[in-house]
């Protein structure tokens, strides 16, 4: 499972998700020249090079393409994916022999609309949450499906809203307040049309499998943090933390999850007409009977999750993607080794709302092998580093064990000073305290 002469791979995004995903693809034994499709310093810095563009340009897209050489292209964020960016390559003569990991439009609806994956869902016999799809002219039916539902509540923008379309009340009053505001614009055209779920327990976790069509490879789970602050309080953001391996996840429920939950996706996909081809990340509750939940589908890997994932598996990682860009993942594999691995994200002061860019950063760098600081918005100009976004860095520590690996990604954290700079102060803590029960 090599790439022989075809070393020329382009990932598509910016952030810290798709510099882990570079950095790791550099580490295959087939060695791909990796470039990145506007990509951030910190990829620079790790032997990526860097090319101008935006991720939903797809003219640019197809140009560098053509250019470069390019036998492989990697998608990282979803929004290229949901508009088609799969299709544009096969309809195109210059550009259908290139291999695309990733969906095609219809089959990223999974994540482009909460309505559609929820009756997929529903259509297959996939465990999930009780729901009901609503628009402003079914707000009357809307009140009084919140009305059976028992606090706190689920209310989710069905399209795409950068991670941030997911909130979740704790009284009825604030749930139909949330209601109106997201059906009033809140998300434009996102939450024209609102899903409203019964809120699931247990404990949640990242499941991610690497598909191509019909076959799959099972990534490391991984947790992430999804609220502002410490003790899972404040707004929901794209991700604060994550770690992996995940403890309270045991190989039964693992085996629940593929029977479940990804066969039947693999197969409902097909049957429909849109076989899935690319990353499935499953967000999952584990109940308190052990059983998986499907909270929602996401057609790309998560964003911190990568950054901790990325770190435990070894191998040829670059054959696999292309092996399943083509529909011929078989018996594909790679290592996995037994370290945990902890991601704190570094946030500009205010994010998930308004924040400020342009902070100039300063880094010593007093880390080792096993600490790692992946860029998310970031830019250098004139030789100064400085943020350009909400979630700047991943600073991530591997151990043998939780506390090492959270001792060294803090490490990594208190060397970077930028004016602002916030984080969470309680990643990994859940699982120390439900390890030592």
Known sequence: MTLSNEKRILIIGTGGREHALAWRLLQSPSKPEVYALNGNPGMEEDKVERVPGDPTDFERIRQMCIDLRINLVIVGPEQPLVDG????????????????????????????????AKDFMARHNIPTARYGTFTRESMEEAVEFLSTLKPPYVLKADGLAGGKGVIIPE???????????????????????????????????????????????????????????????????????????VPYISDAFMAKVEERVIKPTLKGMR?????????????????????????????????????????????????????????????????VNDDFCVSI?????????KYETGKEITIEKVWNG?????????????????????????????????????????KVADSISFEGKTSRGDIGQDIMRYSAQ
């Open 271 to 335: 049957e429909e007409g849109y076989p899935f081809v690319g990353f499935m990340f499953l967000g999952l509750m584990c109940t308190p009977e052990g059983e998986p939940q499907v909270i929602e589908y996401n057609v790309r890997m998560g964003d911190p999750e990568t950054q901790v994932v990325m770190q435990r598996v070894e191998g040829e990682f670059a054959g696999m993607l292309l092996n399943a860009a083509r529909g011929e993942l078989g018996d594909s594999t790679m290592e």
């Open 171 to 245: 009284t009825l009053e604030e749930a139909n307040e949330a209601l109106r505001a997201l059906l009033d614009g809140q998300f434009g055209e996102a939450s024209s049309t609102v899903v409203i779920e019964e809120f699931l327990h247990g404990r949640e976790v990242s499941v991610f499998a690497i598909c191509d069509g019909e076959d799959y490879y099972l990534l490391p789970p991984a947790k992430d943090y999804k609220r502002a602050l410490d003790g899972d309080r404040g707004p929901n953001t794209g991700g604060m933390g994550s770690v992996s391996p």
């Open 370 to 410: 096993q600490c790692k600081l992946f860029h998310a918005g970031t830019c250098l100009e004139d030789g100064i580093l400085s943020t350009k976004g909400g979630r700047v860095f991943s600073a991530c520590g591997r151990g043998k064990n939780l506390q090492e690996a959270l001792e060294k990604a803090q």
């Open 345 to 353: 994200s570094l946030t500009s002061e205010g994010y998930p709302g």
């Open 85 to 116: 960016l799969v299709d544009y390559f096969k309809k195109d003569l210059a550009l259908r022999d290139i291999p695309v990991f990733g969906p095609s439009k219809k089959a990223a609806q999974l994540e482009g609309s909460k309505r559609f």
